[in-house]
């Protein structure tokens, strides 16, 4: 089984809308996560990190749900610079493993 | 030099060449990464170093190697390079022993073998 899943979506928006999308992982273990945001063919960048039950900054929202082993990340006033590839990362358990990529969602925030 | 740099930025190979892919650090990083990534797909692992020194295999090493004399320099080297090896490829750094574990990239390196 994969370690997260992720609809690749492409999730098609407009301009000022709230968009969500879910990453479930199957280790229960897992007790933070990142979410990078990849522009096409570019370099992943880091967008949040989320260590408790969740993080905010700005228009960003990520909420963790153990229970159900689900992380969340909520877009609102979705912009055209939003576009890009959002890929949910579990922090490695041990200080000393390479991060685990799926290939992400992918996000078009249409004009 | 802020962040991470790799070089060349884009490279067209004939099968069967020798290339080094270059990647330097200046934040004095502990660990160091490449990963590769092929057209509609995720990042895969390559090889890694958590320390200078040190290296380690990732999910898909073969045809790779790598050498880790400094903490800033961590290059790739493609023995003989084939087809298959076309994708663009990805270093990166984290500062293991502070905890965090985010990953800093460089901005990658295309390659093309022919």
């Given at each position: 089984r994969k370690e997260v899943e992720q609809d690749?979506?492409?999730?098609n928006v407009p301009e000022g809308a709230t968009v969500a999308f879910n990453c479930t992982y199957?280790?229960?273990?897992?007790q933070s996560f990142f979410w990078y945001r990849q522009d096409c063919r570019k370099e992943p960048k880091l967008l949040m990190s989320v260590y408790s039950s969740g993080n905010e900054d700005g228009r960003f929202t990520a909420q963790l749900n153990r229970a159900s082993q689900y992380i969340s990340l909520l877009i609102r006033?979705?912009?055209?610079?939003?576009s890009a590839t959002y890929l949910c990362v579990p922090r490695p358990d041990t200080g000393r493993r390479a991060l685990t990529f799926g290939s992400g969602t992918r996000l078009q925030v249409q004009p | 030099i802020a962040g991470i740099t790799q070089a060349p930025t884009s490279q067209i190979l004939a099968a069967g060449r020798r290339m080094t892919l270059r990647c330097t650090q200046?934040?004095?990083?502990n660990a160091m990464y490449w990963y590769r990534q092929d057209l509609g797909l995720g990042l895969r692992l390559i090889h890694y170093s958590n320390t200078a020194g040190t290296t380690g295999k990732g999910e898909v090493p073969d045809g790779y190697s790598v050498s880790r004399a400094n903490t800033d320099d961590f290059p790739l080297t493609l023995a003989s390079a084939v087809p298959s090896q076309t994708s663009v490829y990805f270093c990166a750094s984290s500062d293991q022993l502070a905890g965090y574990n985010e990953q800093f990239f460089g901005p990658g390196t295309r390659l093309t073998v022919l």
């Amino acid at each position: 089984r994969k370690e997260v899943e992720q609809d690749p979506g492409p999730f098609n928006v407009p301009e000022g809308a709230t968009v969500a999308f879910n990453c479930t992982y199957s280790n229960s273990a897992s007790q933070s996560f990142f979410w990078y945001r990849q522009d096409c063919r570019k370099e992943p960048k880091l967008l949040m990190s989320v260590y408790s039950s969740g993080n905010e900054d700005g228009r960003f929202t990520a909420q963790l749900n153990r229970a159900s082993q689900y992380i969340s990340l909520l877009i609102r006033d979705s912009k055209l610079s939003d576009s890009a590839t959002y890929l949910c990362v579990p922090r490695p358990d041990t200080g000393r493993r390479a991060l685990t990529f799926g290939s992400g969602t992918r996000l078009q925030v249409q004009p | 030099i802020a962040g991470i740099t790799q070089a060349p930025t884009s490279q067209i190979l004939a099968a069967g060449r020798r290339m080094t892919l270059r990647c330097t650090q200046d934040m004095r990083h502990n660990a160091m990464y490449w990963y590769r990534q092929d057209l509609g797909l995720g990042l895969r692992l390559i090889h890694y170093s958590n320390t200078a020194g040190t290296t380690g295999k990732g999910e898909v090493p073969d045809g790779y190697s790598v050498s880790r004399a400094n903490t800033d320099d961590f290059p790739l080297t493609l023995a003989s390079a084939v087809p298959s090896q076309t994708s663009v490829y990805f270093c990166a750094s984290s500062d293991q022993l502070a905890g965090y574990n985010e990953q800093f990239f460089g901005p990658g390196t295309r390659l093309t073998v022919l």
